[in-house]
T-cell receptor
């Protein structure tokens, strides 16, 4: 069975500082990986996705993530955080021949941005 | 472009009352549809998914049911709500055909059972 672990429940960074949110997955084959962002009381918005090819993927809002098969990780990064990035972030994993919405989600990481 | 609508945004219901949450998708046809629940401080739990009209698969046993009376309409229901049904409910859709696409989410419904 597939699973996702986001080790950090809550992260606080200063505005302008760099950010890395960790995601580890478990899946028996090549996974499809996603990062979503959720503002309070809102739905989820896709930040980026990895299906195949280049292991460093670029997303919206200046985010990027790197797929590392050897470490079963798909960490999300941003070089300089803005106050508007404060939100909850979810990593998700899906597999081949699986309906996209049936991805397995991590429990999320809440990002707080200090002024 | 495709859009997904979910309503109501907020709902407070007494224990034992019925529930009906509605989700509709526009701008696409024959989507896969999903209902998720998000408990406080937790990730998303898939409740139901549908690959077509009248085709519903349940992922977890629960007090809820789902129906898909039209291609782009997905309804989450309960005959008698429990306190444990409180949570944030999200509808989502994904495309069909070759390849693997991401899910697109509605804005969610905050359900509080009192």
């Amino acid at each position: 069975a597939q699973s996702v672990t986001q080790p950090d429940i809550h992260i606080t960074v200063s505005e302008g500082a760099s950010l890395e949110l960790r995601c580890n997955y478990s899946y028996g084959a090549t996974p499809y990986l996603f990062w979503y962002v959720q503002s309070p009381g809102q739905g989820l918005q896709l930040l980026l996705k990895y299906f195949s090819g280049d292991t460093l993927v670029q997303g919206i809002k200046g985010f990027e993530a790197e797929f590392k098969r050897s470490q079963s990780s798909f960490n999300l990064r941003k070089p300089s955080v803005h106050w508007s990035d404060a939100a909850e972030y979810f990593c998700a994993v899906g597999g081949h021949n699986t309906n996209a919405g049936k991805s397995t989600f991590g429990d999320g990481t809440t990002l707080t941005v200090k002024p | 472009s495709q859009t997904i609508h979910q309503w109501p945004a907020t709902l407070v219901q007494p224990v034992g009352s019925p529930l009906s949450l509605e989700c509709t998708v526009e701008g696409t046809s024959n989507p896969n549809l999903y209902w998720y629940r998000q408990a406080a401080g937790r990730g998303l739990q898939l409740l139901f998914y549908s690959v077509g009209i009248g085709q519903i698969s349940s992922e977890v046993p629960q007090n809820l049911s789902a129906s898909r009376p039209q291609d782009r309409q997905f309804i989450l229901s309960s005959k008698k709500l429990l306190l444990s049904d409180s949570g944030f409910y999200l509808c989502a859709w994904s495309g069909r055909g070759g390849g693997y696409t991401e899910a697109f989410f509605g804005q969610g419904t905050r359900l509080t059972v009192v």
